[in-house]
């Protein structure tokens, strides 16, 4: 007979949700420790502050751990030795959709061969869908150009263009990929997507014109106004945009990248961003939330490009992140006591 099951909340939650979570959890023990475990930052912030607790509360976490079977969240106090610490664990929801390459590189898919891993997969979708469309409308309303010379207090007017008639590209046609391809088509605009599977989906069910594999995107490179990166980070996809593709882009083509910063070689993109004879000045912006190292090393030059925007890795961040990955986590709070199968279960080998 398995062990009773106990539910560990290891991140910052509101009160609410946690007991939404309760209520789902029906006879299932819910433990949230607030004091035990780091403090937000910002509405969301599943990492926080640095916390040192006293020799009695890290030694009563430690006994949470042994006891947990379903943890909220990987403890971002015990990364390395988690699964040591808390042997029971059968299921884990997590708080972020990539977490592939996370479970990977912990061995927690080794460490837990028992356990299932579940993401938030489509928690971040409108976020960074309108991160994208920031990017699209910035671009062709000239919104760097705007700063530039409000900065130098230069009163030149301009002509913009726009988004009606353009084609955007997205790499990537899960919940974010698709979400991108409906706020674009709402705007009159042309949608090609790349997807890894691309004949089990027709392309009006993920909001696309035009669907294609991974081995179609050096056909569609040269299509495409806007490049909208929102693919996992796996073998496959990393470096996936490098010097041959940026060679491919069309003149004046706009990269977004909302995915992870492995998927671009950094060396190329400079090179497409920058204007001849140091570059090949292909790409006329790139918007960026997600770099191959974070933070972002002071010594890059992405930080002083004119035609470049780096976000902090903060575009899929919203302030009702914690309610939608609450939705999620009861929903599989119902599946899980019915039997059922779980929502957003993570493929460890195809990592996500």
């Known amino acids: 007979m398995s062990s009773p099951d106990l539910i560990l909340v290891t991140s910052y939650l509101e009160p609410e949700h946690v007991a939404r979570i309760r209520t789902a959890a029906g006879d299932i023990p819910v433990v949230y420790e607030p004091r035990l475990i780091p403090v937000p930052r910002y509405p969301s912030d599943h990492r926080g502050e640095t916390l040192q607790r006293t020799t009695d509360e890290e030694a009563e976490w430690r006994s949470l751990l042994a006891r947990a079977t379903i943890l909220f969240d990987f403890d971002v106090t015990h990364r390395s030795d988690l699964p040591e610490l808390a042997p029971r664990v059968r299921w884990v929801q997590a708080t972020s959709a990539g977490i592939g390459q996370f479970v990977r590189r912990m061995g927690y898919a080794d460490a837990w061969p028992d356990a299932v891993f579940t993401t938030a997969s489509g928690v971040h979708a409108q976020p960074l869908a309108e991160f994208a469309l920031l990017a699209m409308v910035g671009h062709v309303r000239g919104l760097l150009q705007i700063r530039r010379q409000q900065a130098d207090r230069r009163w030149q ?105 492995s998927l671009v070689d950094e060396g190329a993109l400079l090179r497409a961003l920058l204007p001849p004879p140091q570059g090949t000045g292909r790409l006329a912006s790139a918007w960026l939330d997600v770099f191959a ?34 939705d999620i986590f009861c929903e599989n709070l119902r599946r899980y006591r019915n039997g059922e199968p779980l929502l957003n279960v993570l493929d460890v080998e195809r990592l996500y």
Do not use: K, Y
Not at 173 to 199: D, F, K, P, Q
Not at 214 to 231: K, W
Not at 301 to 323: C, F, M, Q, Y
């Open 157 to 261: 007017r301009f002509a913009g263009t726009d988004l009606r008639g353009q084609t955007v590209l997205v790499v990537g046609m899960g919940a974010i990929g698709s979400e991108v391809g409906r706020v674009a088509r709402t705007l009159g605009m042309r949608v090609l997507g790349i997807r890894r599977r691309s004949t089990e989906a027709e392309p009006s069910t993920l909001h696309a014109h035009e669907l294609g594999g991974p081995e179609d995107l050096h056909a569609f490179l040269p299509r495409a106004h806007f490049i909208v990166l929102a693919a996992p980070h796996t073998d496959e996809t990393e470096g996936m945009m490098g010097g041959p593709e940026f060679g491919l882009v069309r003149p004046g083509a706009v990269l977004v990248n909302a995915g992870r910063g």
């Open 293 to 326: 190292t974070e933070p972002l090393p002071q010594e890059n030059p992405l930080w002083n490009l004119p035609n470049v925007v780096v976000s902090p890795h903060s575009a899929s961040t919203s302030d009702r992140e914690n309610g939608r990955i609450t």
